[in-house]
C-alpha cells in the first residue's frame, strides 16, 4: 500500500470503511465484553457530538482552551466527590487506565526520592492479579515489581504481603475490583500496611471506580476501597470504563496536592520555552475530555444509577443462570459486574472452556479467555440486559454440545490452552512476541 497520489473522495472512503468492518466486533450489540460498555445511543450521541465539537482542541496548553480546563477540573470534582477525597485532594485526568497507573508508579518513584532516600532500588508489591499495566508501568518507571500471591478467593494473601514489604518497598497497590475475577482485594490492610512502613498506596479501581460508589448508593454491600480508607493515597478510576465516556479518558486521584506534584514533569531550561507536562502525553485530545464531562453530567446521578441498576440486574441472571449449568460455576465472590466462569471440579465430565467459547463465538459472543484456573470473563454493561436470558441459555447450549460431541480445541484455541499450560514462560513470552510481530501480515487485516 502507498498513498494514493489524488486523494480519494469523502464518500468513496466511507464506503471502503464500512467495507472494512465487516468482520469487526458488533460495538452496539452486547455479544462482546470489556472492549465495549455499552449502554444506549442517545448517550453515545452526546458522547461523540461533544467529542466532535473539541476534536481540534488540545489541553497541551490550559491557558489557550479555559474551556478544556473547566471540563477537566470539574470531572475531577466529581471523581473526588465520588470517592471520598477529603480537602485537598487533586488529580489529573489522563488517556486511559494504562497511563493513570503509569503515574500512580512514577509518583511513588519519585515520592521516594525525596522521602525515603535512603532507598536506590525501589520495589512495589501487586497482586498476582493486578492488572498487567502495573507490571508494564513498574517497567518502564524502573520500579522492581514484587507479585504477592492471592487466596483461593483470588484476592492478595495479607500474610504473604506482609512478608514482602522491604525497606525498598515504597508503593503497595490493591484492586477494587481486580480484573480476572470482579474481587476487591483486602485494600483495609494492604493500605494499612502501607500505612504502617510510612510508604504509599494505589488503589487500582480503573474498572470499579465509577461503578462501586453507585452500587453503594443503591444499597448494596461495598467493601471500603476509596479514600475513606486511611493510608490509600491515590485512586485510578477510568471514565472510558463505566462512566461511559468516550475512549481515551481516566482519572488518577491523590489525597493531596503535595502527593500530586510527584506526577508532574517540568523542564526549565528547553529552548522552545519553560515545559511542565501533568501526565505522559504531550498533546492531549480535547475531545476526550469533553465527552467525559458532557456524558457526566447528561446522565447525572440518576442516569448512572439507572445504568448500574440494569448492569447489575443483568449480571446477577448471568451468574445465577451460569451456575446451574451443571459443570461450570462462578469463581471468587465477584463485586460487580465482572464474572469469571470457571469449571465445577466436582463435575465427573468436566467440559473444556477453550471448546465453549469456539462453540459461543460460532453463536456471535466474544468472551475472553483466561487462564490459571481456566476461565471465561465476562465485563457485563448495561445493554447487556436484554441478552442475559439468551446468553445463558446459548451458554448451556454449547457446554451439552462440547459434551456431546466431544469436541477437542482445534486451531487457536488449542493453541491458547497449550501456551497457558506450558511451564517455559519465556517461551511462551517468545511464542507471544512472535504473535504481536506477525498482526501486519494476518491475512484478515488486508481483505477486501
Ligand atoms: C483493573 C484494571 N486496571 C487497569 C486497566 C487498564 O486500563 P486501560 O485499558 O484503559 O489502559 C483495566 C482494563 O480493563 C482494568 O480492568
Redesign the pocket.
Known amino acids: 500500500m502507498t498513498i494514493p497520489q489524488q486523494g480519494i473522495d469523502a464518500d468513496d472512503l466511507r464506503a471502503r470503511m464500512e467495507r472494512y468492518r465487516g468482520n469487526d466486533g458488533d460495538a452496539a450489540g452486547a455479544r462482546l465484553f470489556?472492549l465495549v460498555y455499552a449502554t444506549r445511543s442517545d448517550i453515545l450521541d452526546v458522547a461523540k457530538d461533544a467529542y466532535g465539537r473539541f476534536f481540534s482542541e488540545n489541553a497541551l496548553n490550559p491557558m489557550t482552551f479555559p474551556s478544556l480546563r473547566r471540563f477537566e477540573t470539574e470531572v475531577l470534582e466529581i471523581a473526588i466527590e465520588l470517592l471520598h477525597g477529603p480537602a485537598g485532594a487533586a488529580g489529573s485526568m489522563t488517556?486511559?487506565?494504562?497511563?493513570?497507573?503509569l503515574l500512580a508508579v512514577k509518583t511513588a518513584r519519585d515520592w521516594a526520592r525525596l522521602n525515603r532516600p535512603h532507598v536506590t532500588a525501589p520495589e512495589m508489591l501487586l497482586p498476582v492479579t493486578?492488572?498487567p499495566?502495573?507490571l508494564k508501568a513498574a517497567h518502564i518507571v524502573g520500579v522492581e515489581p514484587v507479585i504477592v500471591p492471592v487466596t483461593d478467593a483470588f484476592v492478595a494473601d495479607m500474610e504473604a504481603a506482609r512478608s514482602l514489604v522491604t525497606d525498598n518497598t515504597v508503593l503497595v497497590v490493591g484492586?477494587?475490583?481486580?480484573?480476572p475475577h470482579g474481587v476487591m482485594d483486602p485494600i483495609t490492610e494492604l493500605a494499612e500496611l502501607a500505612a504502617s512502613r510510612g510508604i504509599l498506596c494505589h488503589v487500582?479501581?480503573?474498572?470499579?471506580g465509577f461503578f462501586l460508589p453507585w452500587l453503594e448508593k443503591l444499597g448494596r454491600e461495598v467493601p471500603p476501597f476509596d479514600f475513606r480508607v486511611p493510608g490509600v493515597t491515590s485512586i485510578?478510576a477510568?471514565l472510558?470504563?463505566y462512566a461511559y465516556a468516550a475512549?481515551g479518558a481516566?482519572v488518577l486521584l491523590h489525597r493531596s496536592r503535595a502527593l500530586r506534584r510527584h506526577q508532574y514533569f517540568v523542564h526549565p531550561d528547553w529552548p522552545g520555552g519553560l515545559f511542565g507536562s501533568p501526565s505522559v502525553l504531550g498533546t492531549r485530545p480535547g475531545g476526550a475530555i469533553a465527552a467525559a464531562w458532557a456524558v457526566m453530567h447528561y446522565l447525572g446521578a440518576e442516569g448512572y444509577l439507572d445504568l448500574t441498576r440494569r448492569a447489575m440486574d443483568a449480571t446477577k441472571r448471568m451468574a445465577d443462570g451460569v451456575r446451574e449449568i451443571p459443570g461450570l460455576r462462578i469463581l471468587g465472590n465477584p463485586v460487580m459486574s465482572?464474572l469469571a466462569i470457571g469449571i465445577d471440579e466436582r463435575h465427573a465430565d468436566p467440559v473444556d472452556l477453550n471448546v465453549v467459547a469456539d462453540r459461543m463465538l460460532q453463536k456471535g459472543w466474544r468472551i475472553d479467555r483466561q487462564q490459571r484456573p481456566t476461565s471465561l470473563h465476562l465485563?457485563v454493561s448495561p445493554a447487556h440486559d436484554v441478552l442475559a436470558e439468551t446468553f445463558v441459555a446459548d451458554l448451556r447450549e454449547a457446554v451439552a454440545h462440547v459434551r456431546s460431541s466431544g469436541e477437542q480445541a482445534q486451531g487457536p484455541s488449542a493453541m491458547y490452552g497449550m501456551l497457558g499450560q506450558l511451564p517455559d514462560r519465556a517461551f511462551v513470552g517468545d511464542a507471544l512476541l512472535d504473535f504481536m510481530d506477525g498482526m501486519d501480515s494476518m491475512p484478515t487485516m488486508l481483505e477486501g
Open positions: 470489556s488517556s486511559g487506565g494504562s497511563e493513570s497507573l493486578a492488572h499495566a502495573l484492586s477494587a475490583p481486580q480484573y487500582d479501581s480503573c474498572i470499579g485510578s477510568d472510558h470504563k475512549k481516566s465482572l465485563t
